[in-house]
């Protein structure tokens, strides 16, 4: 069965520094990962997703990598800002498990003015 | 616009009594999912459908039910038989890959509820 481990699951950063969020899985046939944010009481927001054929994805400041031989994946904030203090959160969908994802626990950020 | 709308936005329940949260997607997605958040934990899959009038368990299915008559609506049910329901419900739909989709899972914004 598929294992999705972010770490860490909490990281506090000053304002203008870089985030680097961890996301590792255990089963690498996978057919894409995708990232989402979530803030407190909402829904969760799709930031990006990789296919498995990818080897990075990038948005605006954002930016995640995908290194399937490892099982990691890594996402990327540039210069942070206090907006983007939520929660943070990696989902694997494995080839074979029928349209099921598997979520990791996420990491928690907070950017301090 | 096209989105996944879940309602109510909180609920509140008696012990005892069956609730229902609504889900209704215009993303023409045919692929549906109900997960559940707890506090500090990550989310764990209750029910998922892959087309009409089909669905599949997942890994929280014991105290839920769901049915899938409509491709845009995939309603939950809370059963009173369901011993701890008091969590933070989301649904969501997933592209699908095998028409040229990405795969990509869109969320609603959540139905909280609140066993009394």
């Known amino acids: 069965k598929q294992e999705v481990t972010q770490i860490p699951a909490a990281l506090s950063v000053p304002e203008g520094e870089n985030l680097v969020l961890n996301c590792s899985f255990t089963d690498s046939a996978i057919y894409n990962l995708q990232w989402f944010r979530q803030d407190p009481g909402k829904g969760l927001t799709s930031l990006l997703l990789?296919?498995?054929?990818?080897r990075e994805q990038t948005s605006g400041r954002l930016n995640a990598s995908l290194d399937k031989s490892s099982g990691r994946s890594t996402l990327y904030i540039a210069a942070s800002q206090p907006g983007d203090s939520a929660t943070y959160l990696c989902a694997v969908l494995t080839t074979d498990s029928w349209g099921k994802l598997q979520f990791g626990a996420g990491t928690q950020v907070v950017v301090t003015p | 616009d096209g989105g996944i709308t879940q309602s109510p936005k909180y609920l509140f329940r008696k012990e005892g009594q069956n609730v229902t949260l609504s889900c209704e997607q215009n993303l023409n997605h045919d692929a549906m999912y109900w997960y559940r958040q707890d506090p500090g934990q990550g989310l764990r899959l209750i029910y998922y459908s892959q087309i009409v009038n089909d669905f599949q368990k997942g890994d929280i299915a014991e105290g839920y039910s769901v049915s899938r008559e409509k491709n845009q609506s995939f309603p939950l049910t809370v059963t009173k038989a369901q011993k701890n329901p008091t969590a933070f419900y989301l649904c969501?739909?997933?592209?699908?890959?095998?028409?040229?989709?990405?795969?990509?899972?869109?969320f609603g914004e959540g139905s909280r509820l609140t066993v009394l």
């Open positions: 969501a739909s997933k592209e699908p890959p095998r028409q040229g989709g990405t795969g990509e899972l869109f």
């Open positions: 990789i296919q498995s054929s990818q």
